[in-house]
């Protein structure tokens, strides 16, 4: 079966860090890059970070820039978010959405993870 | 503020016709990059509903179909079913924000 499985969210204290992972299962993993999503319960989605099939290539808004890493394991077939010095506004489910599409600026989101919530508080 | 604007809400009754927009820049949907709709149900992750503008995967029914033009792109839905009562998002990439980006959403009641 073609999926994702987010785990690693939780509670955290501001000023913390977490490691999402992501394991995905069903197709060639190496072959397609890889996204987080974020999402604020009853709010919009924002794009967080973007990883190339080869792990090559990371992009990231300014939003999280310096704070946030994603990396992957093409051996194991899983995608990671390191997340620090997380603010109350980091507080968000997180998706792990696997990317398709010719160039870079192209690429759409065509499966998505249930999501794993973050939650920043004292 | 989202970078792409949405309707807050919009409604229409079974079998009736709705469109949603999506407004951009010159730095996004103007500058020729694809837009791809998302729509997610209650509850539920998002889910790819059209992409490139008016492509839609296997499986999402034709009622669904995308447009774009200039700025602004749009998803409409016709034969409303109350099975498509859900958030809908527009989703591009800026070229100034050097980023992808999503609309804030729009919910769409079937009355």
């Known amino acids: 079966e073609v999926q994702l499985l987010e785990s690693g969210g939780g509670l955290v204290q501001p000023g913390g860090s977490l490691r999402l992972s992501c394991a995905a299962s069903?197709?060639?993993?190496?072959?397609?890059?890889m996204t987080w999503v974020r999402q604020v319960p009853g709010k919009g989605l924002e794009w967080v970070s973007t990883?190339?099939?080869?792990?090559?290539?990371?992009y990231y808004p300014d939003s999280v820039k310096g704070r946030f890493t994603i990396s992957r394991d093409n051996s194991n077939n899983t995608l990671f978010l390191q997340m620090n010095s997380l603010r109350a506004g980091d507080a968000a489910a997180y998706y792990c959405v696997k990317a398709r599409s010719g160039t870079y600026e192209n690429w759409y989101f065509d499966l998505w993870g249930r999501g794993t919530l973050v939650t920043v508080s004292s | 503020q989202s970078v792409l604007t949405q309707p807050p809400s919009v409604s229409g009754a079974p079998g009736q016709t709705v469109t949603i927009s999506c407004t951009g820049s010159?730095?996004?949907?103007?500058?020729?990059?694809?837009v791809h709709w998302y729509q997610q149900l209650p509850g539920t992750a998002p889910k790819l509903l059209i992409y490139g503008n008016t492509n839609r995967p296997s499986g999402v029914p034709d009622r669904f179909s995308g447009s774009k033009s200039g700025t602004s792109a749009s998803l409409a839905i016709t034969g409303l079913q109350a099975e498509d009562e859900a958030d809908y998002y527009c989703?591009?990439?800026?070229?100034?924000?050097?980023?992808?980006?999503f609309g804030g959403g729009t919910k769409l009641t079937v009355l």
């Open positions: 069903g197709f060639t993993f190496s072959r397609y890059g």
């Open positions: 990883i190339s099939g080869s792990g090559g290539a990371t």
């Open positions: 010159s730095s996004n949907i103007g500058a020729s990059y694809d």
């Open positions: 989703q591009t990439y800026d070229m100034r924000l050097s980023g992808r980006i």
